[in-house]
């Protein structure tokens, strides 16, 4: 009767700590998300009366991957993709497109993840990074390219389903001057733009 006692007692207890420990388990230590957002970009070249070049608001998507290194940093590695569409701003009439363009953005950068508290079932964090973005640009016939540096600066957070499930929800600035020049072959003084990426994706821990 005790043995049986015993070993009832010994499945209950082990019962209970499984899924306690998955709770407490840290993050899986490489990582992939693949995600998707929306990209909003600022002026490039100003224009008179008040008219701008810029990219036009438009669809990302991307992938990142991770490598944690202690509990709480991580490096990362990032490749987007958008087509945006060249346009012109105007104070009055709002974009007028005047041009097909895609946005290349690769980078790589050290992420930061703060203590979760409360046994909340999320975890905040922020990075920061460098790459390039790639531009490009058809109009009619011609293609004309430019690439750039640009750094980065982002956060959000990381919603735990299960271990090695989980949703990471984004904004990151990539932060750039693109080159006209290079693009173009024109002498035109450009801007430093922030380019706003807000995305959502699903992590899958291995």
Do not use: C
Request: net charge neutral; glycine share 14%; no cysteine.
């Amino acid at each position: 009767m005790r043995n049986r006692l015993f070993w009832a007692a010994s499945l209950a207890a082990l019962a209970t700590a499984a899924p306690l420990h998955a709770q407490h388990a840290g993050p899986s230590r490489f990582q992939i998300t693949p995600y998707a957002g929306y990209l909003k970009s600022g002026a490039m070249v100003d224009g008179p009366f008040g008219t701008a070049l810029r990219h036009a608001a438009a669809p990302v998507y991307g992938g990142e991957v991770s490598l944690g290194l202690a509990r709480g940093v991580a490096l990362i590695g990032n490749l987007a993709y958008a087509e945006p569409g060249l346009e012109v701003g105007t104070p009055i009439l709002g974009g007028l497109q005047v041009a097909r363009s895609s946005v290349l953005l690769y980078d790589a950068g050290v992420r930061l993840s703060l203590p979760a508290s409360g046994g909340l079932p999320f975890t905040p964090f922020v990075q920061g990074g460098a790459g390039a973005m790639r531009q490009s640009f058809e109009i009619g016939p011609v293609t004309a390219r430019s690439t750039n540096f640009a750094y980065n600066v982002g956060g959000g957070v990381d919603v735990d389903l299960s271990p090695g499930l989980g949703l990471r929800l984004m904004a990151k600035d990539y932060i750039g001057k693109f080159d006209p020049e290079e693009a173009a072959l024109i002498g035109v003084d450009s801007r430093t733009t922030h380019n706003w990426a807000f995305s959502a994706g699903v992590r899958l821990g291995l």
